[in-house]
């Protein structure tokens, strides 16, 4: 409480600035030791000093009524709270606010390689065949190697084909960071029949034995061939989302795309196999082969769940493959548009594919089924049918 003009009555202001407890007895008696106050002062300062001493007394009603509203909602939340189940089955219940809460006692993720894969993501990188798909998930690793150790499942070379790629003209052989394991099939150990199984199983017994966080496994159809069929795709997912979330790992799968035109923009399409399989990846990103010339690649970012979209059509990274001191790497050279390094589409092209799609509605195949085969959205294959129909 503020009571102006008391300066002439020191002792009476001394007591007055010790009353205000929020009681409504104190309050009482300090209306009237103000008053009294007030006898010798002049009629403003009067004035002044009641309607501030009533004021506070107002103040301190509206404050005790919020309090008490605040109790009470503070108890109808414990008690919601003790009604609702923290878990059912398999399921973990929790308010959005304690998930928050919860979650932010822990450390957000840091990238681990550019804003295209982030710690705790199972990401997924794709791209037609001699595009370098390895060579670019090699480099990947040995930067996080730097750091943390990683796992390199390669079921594509050979140590010999491995040990090739990273020697120069000179014999002389790249020098991996010790954080960087490797791991390939020992084919006499192979059984074919069960064989999908076993090698998820090992990979968890892996990662689990050698302590690495970061897994990369070249490549998807080596651990799942059959990834067209929705329901193996999914329950391969499932599996290794499992490992993931039981482990706290982050791994990044490599798979191929059927061939496509280097006419049309890469999309979620091209990623072979099930659709199911696209949705399960936290995030994606592919490599594209420029119609421009032939020995540049460029990378885009499909799909994001954490950090920015930085890299797509508008934005992607233009490399060029070198040799630098015996390792074989992506070089960035530019940022720049998809359409830029994409193959103009002629009239040919343009009748080829209408041709195609209808050749395929004829055959009675869907239009989901038709986009799928000839690599354009769904929207055009529609289109394509109206024009002709």
Not at 72 to 78: A, I, P, Q, T
């Amino acid at each position: 409480m503020i009571i102006i003009g008391i300066a002439a009555t020191p002792s009476v202001a001394a007591k007055s600035v010790n009353l205000y407890k929020g009681d409504a007895k104190i309050q009482k008696n300090s209306q009237s030791i103000a008053v009294n106050a007030t006898k010798s002062l002049s009629p403003t300062i009067v004035l002044s000093t009641i309607t501030t001493t009533t004021n506070s007394s107002m103040e301190t009603g509206d404050n005790m009524g919020i309090l008490k509203a605040i109790e009470e909602d503070l108890e109808k939340s414990e008690a919601v709270k003790e009604t609702i189940p923290e878990t059912v089955g398999m399921l973990c219940i929790k308010s959005a606010n304690q998930t928050l809460m919860e979650a932010k006692q822990r450390p957000d993720p840091k990238p681990l390689w550019l804003s295209l894969w982030y710690e705790g993501e199972v990401c997924c990188l794709f791209a037609d065949s001699n595009l370098g798909k390895s060579i670019y998930a090699v480099q990947i690793a040995d930067s996080i190697a730097q750091t943390q150790r990683v796992l390199y499942f390669d079921f594509e070379l050979s140590d010999k084909q491995f040990q090739l790629r990273y020697t120069d003209k000179e014999g002389n052989t790249y020098h991996f960071s010790d954080n960087f394991l490797r791991g390939e099939i020992n084919k006499e150990l192979l059984d074919v029949k069960t064989f999908e199984d076993d090698i998820i199983n090992q990979i968890e017994a892996a990662a689990l034995q050698t302590g690495a966080k970061v897994l990369i496994i070249d490549n998807l159809t080596w651990i799942c061939s059959n990834s067209e069929k929705g329901d193996v795709a999914g329950q391969f997912m499932m599996k290794v989302i499992k490992i993931k979330k039981k482990y706290d790992l982050s791994l990044l799968i490599i798979a191929h795309t059927p061939k496509r035109s280097l006419s049309s923009a890469i999309t979620q399409n091209d990623l072979a196999g099930s659709k199911k399989l696209y949705n399960f990846f936290d995030s994606c990103f592919s490599i594209g082969m420029s119609a421009k010339d032939g020995g540049l690649r460029y990378i885009k970012q499909m799909k994001v769940r954490h950090g920015e979209y930085e890299y797509g059509a508008d934005n992607v990274i233009v490399c060029q493959l070198e040799q630098i001191n015996a390792f074989l790497q992506f070089v960035p050279m530019e940022f720049a548009t998809e359409r830029e390094h994409l193959k103009e589409q002629s009239e040919n092209d343009v009748l080829e594919l209408e041709n195609t799609v209808m050749e395929l509605h004829g055959q009675g195949l869907s239009v989901r089924a038709i986009e799928a085969q000839v690599n354009v959205s769904k929207s055009k294959v529609q289109r394509i049918i109206k024009k002709y129909e």
